[in-house]
Every structure is written in structure tokens, then in C-alpha cells.
């Protein structure tokens, strides 16, 4: 897997702010279910529960794992693809597709590594859905 640093990590989840988020804590082993509000420098905001938090990001220390919950395009409908193709300009399909959450390959400067590179595959995207995060929750708590 390409090794992403925080300042590409923040260009890429800047490209999906409104989506759902996973967020696994490396303290306790949590998983918490947000919706990406904006980003800092150094940090996501996160709104869970109706809060919003703060999330660090440091390329040398980390307290957790943040991956978008996205959609892959193999999940594209026709009447979806009829209306991106119908917008006025051809530039604004990725945005769209984005804001649908559906995972597309990212541009992250001219030469990048990660070019062309779906979210996912960076290792910052879950094809799950937050129902199907929260039932393996419930089904290892009821294990545990």
C-alpha cells in the first residue's frame, strides 16, 4: 500500500466533507460513526453524536483510524449516470459523484504516487455502511 502523509490525507477527505466517517480508536479499540465536517491543518472535524470533535492527524503519531464511508462506483445507478451526464460542464461529474459518496480516483499534486488511486485503496475508504459497522460491533460485543 502507497503511504498517504497526513497533508495528502487532509486533500483527499477536504474532497469529502458532508460523507460518514469510521473512526477506530487506538486507545480502546471504539468505533464511532461521524459525519466529516471540515478539516485544520492538523485535524479532522468530526460531528458525532450531534458533537463535534476534533480528530488529530500526525504523520509520526496516531490515536486513531479515519476512513470515509464511501460507495464504489460499481454502485453507480443509470439515473445517476444520466444526471452527471447532463451537468453543464464535464468537470463537475467527479464532484458530484463525490458528494454522492461514491469513491473516485484522487489527484493529489502532478507525479504523486497516489494518482489516479482509488480512496480505498489508499487505505482511507470502508465500503461498509454504518448499519453494517454497527452489527459487526454488536456481533464481537456479543462475543466478548
Known sequence: MVRVSTSEQLIIFSRYIGQQV????????????????????????????????????????????????????????SSIIDTAN???????????????????????????SCNCKYVQELGLADYRSADEIAECAQQVFARG
Open 22 to 77: 469510521v473512526i477506530k480508536s487506538f486507545l480502546n479499540n471504539e468505533e464511532n460513526i461521524g459525519t466529516l465536517k471540515g478539516i485544520r491543518q492538523d485535524a479532522l472535524l468530526v460531528a458525532i453524536d450531534e458533537v463535534n470533535r476534533w480528530i488529530p492527524l500526525n504523520d509520526n503519531f496516531r490515536v486513531c483510524d479515519v476512513k470515509l464511508l464511501l460507495k464504489p462506483l460499481k454502485k453507480l445507478t
Open 86 to 112: 447532463g451537468l453543464p460542464v464535464q468537470a463537475f461529474i467527479t464532484p458530484y459523484y463525490q458528494q454522492l459518496g461514491f469513491d473516485m480516483p484522487v489527484f493529489v499534486a502532478p507525479g504523486h
